[in-house]
């Protein structure tokens, strides 16, 4: 059984930054296609990013893309989503997400495996 744990979260001012890790176990994270979701209040939870498994290819909603970088670490299990020039529009609970295949998926219910959220509040 795949088990995540997000970390990293807080309060950030507009314009700051911070590096959410999620760590994985019970498989590699290279074996999985692991994904970032969040979802604001009253807002459906939407799709991030994500690593792709073996090949580690990044994808990006088009609303992080040249912010948002997202890198896995093999030796350490985890996977990161660096978020840079934070918008309060970035205020959501952030999710680690991994699903089996290779194909990556942006609609959350296609990934069986989550972890419990982390947030993220950007705010002067």
């Known amino acids: 059984q795949v088990q995540l744990v997000e970390s990293g979260g807080g309060l950030v001012q507009p314009g700051g930054s911070l590096r959410l890790s999620c760590a994985a176990s019970?498989?590699?994270?290279?074996?999985?296609?692991m994904a970032w979701f969040r979802q604001a209040p009253e807002k459906e939870r939407e799709f991030v990013s994500a690593i792709r498994r073996s090949a580690g290819t990044a994808y990006y909603a088009d609303s992080v893309r040249e912010r948002f970088t997202v890198s896995r670490d093999n030796a350490q299990n985890t996977v990161y989503l660096q978020m840079t020039s934070l918008k309060s529009d970035d205020t959501a609970v952030y999710y680690c997400?991994?699903?089996?295949?290779?194909?990556?998926?942006?609609?959350?219910?296609?990934?069986?495996?989550w972890g419990q959220g982390t947030q993220v509040t950007v705010s002067a």
């Open positions: 997400a991994a699903r089996d295949g290779l194909v990556v998926k942006t609609t959350w219910n296609d990934y069986p495996y």
């Open positions: 019970g498989r590699t994270v290279s074996s999985l296609t």
